[in-house]
């Protein structure tokens, strides 16, 4: 996902950045995961990252051109950094339902590890438009889903998923693993341990495959 106001200064890729430049923005950013989980996206000003940083807001605007870009590169940022948590833990994996299990567990991992930036980003999606004014959340990207649509066709090719619509199948494993996300952002102290026991083997046995 990437921000229609991103700019070269803003590009986290940047081979020219700085040790320090790189700090500062890294303390921006978790200062922003701070401050989007305490007041809100729309509530969270540069004012109120930069006091929560220790960095005065007429500073910020040299590593981030505006709130919205140092939000969204928040939003990039935990996002990749789950995709790449699934996969790494499906990589070298064989079979739809070692993969399916790695990639679930993987998940639920990732967001009980790194439940304040998965948190903080979820809000900026859903209360972030781009310039059309179309909601951040209901834009649509194929690649976010790749993986995933691309184990659970292998497994219904293969026999062992229940078939049904790959759109259908895969929003609702998303929407059970997803239940995570929904659980730290109402207690961000909550307990996740019983959801991670239960929720593979209810997929696994919703699509056909058991759970041994």
């Not at 976010?144 to 293969?158: K, P, V």
Request: charged share 25%; net charge negative; proline share 3%.
């Amino acid at each position: 996902m990437r921000s229609e106001t991103s700019t070269p200064q803003d590009d986290p890729t940047s081979s020219s950045r700085s040790f320090i430049e790189t700090a500062r923005r890294r303390q921006l950013i978790d200062a922003a995961v701070a401050t989007v989980n305490e007041v809100g996206y729309h509530r969270a000003s540069l004012a109120e990252i930069g006091r929560r940083a220790g960095i005065v807001k007429s500073a910020i605007g040299y590593y981030f051109s505006s709130k919205e870009a140092l939000l969204l590169e928040l939003v990039q940022e935990a996002f990749t950094a789950l995709g790449e948590s699934v996969l790494g833990a499906v990589s070298g994996r064989e079979g739809a339902t070692a993969r399916l299990r790695a990639y679930a567990e993987a998940y639920l991992a990732h967001v009980d590890a790194h439940r304040h930036a998965i948190a903080a980003a979820v809000e900026v999606v859903v209360s972030h438009r781009t310039a059309d004014g179309t909601p951040l959340y209901l834009v649509e990207d194929e690649e976010d889903t790749a993986l995933l649509r691309s184990i659970l066709t292998a497994g219904m090719d293969e026999g062992v998923f229940r078939r049904m619509p790959v759109a259908v199948v895969t929003g609702l494993v998303e929407a059970v693993l997803d239940r995570a996300i929904t659980v730290v952002q109402r207690d961000p102290r909550a307990d996740l341990g019983d959801l991670r026991s239960h929720a593979v083997p209810f997929l696994l046995r919703s699509l056909g495959a058991g759970d041994e």
